[in-house]
């Protein structure tokens, strides 16, 4: 199963995460690193060639690309091409290409229309909880942390709050008289949810939390895609039983 590419956000455990740029250099067209960037969507190139290209002394190349090597972003290669000694050429990773704009639910929202309209929403309700607990199943893999067995139901969810916002949840720990809720400042599936907010946000989303809650109850109480400014399930804590 391959990892999950975790961004922003405190990673638990000593994960490993993939490192990003800042905000300006994502910003395509903006900076050195973005033009050269640009100039590898179209494949690998040394770094005479982006000099040269770019028009900018091959020097200040090299160290651009040296610092995005080091982020996991570029990759450089030898290539040997006819006679002589091989070229090294630099070329974008899995990480470097994601950093492009991505309409992943444009893809999605097609899929799930066409669910509906064959299968229904019972059918399509049921594919979702199971994504959940695939998607439970690789955050478990990845954040080993989350298997340890533990009888803290506190400690559990802040964990879990940790995990989420390493996902880019912006997620944090609140406690009102009603007992812990766990709000999220951000919503990564926005496009779909904002579409079928049930789907993602009471059956998906809700499977999830209890998964990695240890089955704790988890009521939602707020979301962003039904209007308001964050994500907010309020946790009804259960001492947990370690296996």
Known sequence: MAPLHIRGGPVPCGSPRATTMTTAEMLLGEGTKSKILEELTAGPRTAGELAQKLHIQESAVRMHLERLARRGIVSPKFHR???????????LTDEGFELFPRRYELMVESLIDSI??????????????KAADRFADRLEDEFPALKAPTTDPERRL???ARVLDS??????????????????????????????????????DQRLLQRLLGGNAVDLVSSMPRGSPACSHL????????D
């Open 167 to 204: 996902l880019g949840q912006r997620a944090t720990v609140s406690r009102d008289a009603k007992g812990p809720r766990l709000v999220r400042k951000n919503c990564i599936f926005r496009g779909s949810a904002l579409a079928h907010s049930n789907l993602i946000c009471e059956v998906f």
């Open 81 to 91: 091409e006819g006679v002589g000694r091989p070229r090294k050429r630099y070329g």
């Open 235 to 242: 946790i009804q804590l259960m001492p947990m039983t370690a």
């Open 116 to 129: 509906l309209e064959h299968e229904g929403e019972g059918y399509l309700a049921a594919i979702f909880a």
């Open 158 to 160: 802040r964990l879990v």
